[in-house]
């Protein structure tokens, strides 16, 4: 048996070596967790703002911020305290009545998103899933294509999420190798190329489904104007553009939205991650009645969304990006971030990609894998996250000082001169 590191620190007993504990708790998951996931060896136990302490009382700076669902960093007081006062009141009806949060949750985010309506879910897949149910009703229901003919245009090197119809239009092996049979329905195009959208495009396609910025592919930029020749070709053939703004949205590239970088306005946006402050799941399908009016009652749904806590935090999350702050200080962090990236470049980096508060770090293989360089930089107080093999993803809580991003930019640099 494993005790539960209930006190955090408390688990850093004076007879036992350091790291016991970690090693105890890492065995307990890999004996009872699934091995679904490939963890660096750090046990959380608490956190704040942008530092977590694990069960040994060691500290480390957050540079993944749980993939962007915490940009508004660890426990942040004003979404702790929105939480905490709901808990006092009610936490779940379920959709089967009415609850006090969700409307005026609604109301303040189909505001921020300058739509109409908003259909909340938990989950960014379930949201993702969500956005494809609606396109291919709308298809059917308002554009007239014949039903089960619709299709949807998507980008390779996408990543929506994990559930079976969503890898079914995934490129990358390991998502989809052994989870078929697959979801028909998709057409995948390269990423960046709006002209091969254009030319996959016919009469039966309800909607092009695209991130703005590519996340999991590792901070993949798009051409300048791609998010505008999307929404013309959309608006030209009579086709949904939805983007899916789960990791790119909600403050991190320096905007409210990604698709903001270019002042387009997607028909259809996906929400996720940080727009449950690192508190809650709460994931929305945000778009104008025109579209989103089209599911009638009954036709989906889920029984935690719209729960009443879920919304309590999701109001202050869109308070908080109502101001405006979280946007600029993305911004203004993130030049200060790529500045100080830019001089590793050449010297243990190849490349980097930067938007916002939000970076891709492309490691030259020399110098070790993403994999390696994570870990060495776990020892040096460091938490990022590698993808793709040789890329290291750096997506802080927006809450972080321009000096723990120069501490941490030196830890990368000592790390890499070995
Ligand atoms: C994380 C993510 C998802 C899936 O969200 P989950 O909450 O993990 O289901 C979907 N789309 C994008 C772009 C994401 O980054």
Redesign the pocket.
Known sequence: MTTTPVDGLSGARADAPADALTGELIAAENAHVAHNYHPLPVVVARAEGAWVTDVEGKRYLDLLSA?SALNFGHRHPALVAAAVDQLGRVTLTSRAFHNDRLGPFAEALAALCGKDMVLPMN????A?ETGIKLARAWAYRVKGVPEGAATIVVADGN????TTTIVSFSDDPQARAGFGPFTPGFVSVPYGDAEAIARAIDENTAAVLV?PIQ??AGVVIPPEGYLRRIREICDEKNVLFIA?E???GLARVGTTFACDREEVVPDVYLL??ALGGGIV?L?AVVADAAVLGVIRPGEHGSTFGGNPLACAVGQQVVEMLASGEFQTRAQALGEHLEQALQALVGAGVTGIRVAGLWAGVDIDPAYGTGREIAERLLHRGVLVKDTHGQTIRIAPPLVVRATELDWAVEQLRLVLAG
């Open positions: 993939y989950t960014g897949a379930e993702v990543f929506h999420g994990r991130e996340g999991e899916d789960i990791q790119s996720g991650k799941p994931s």
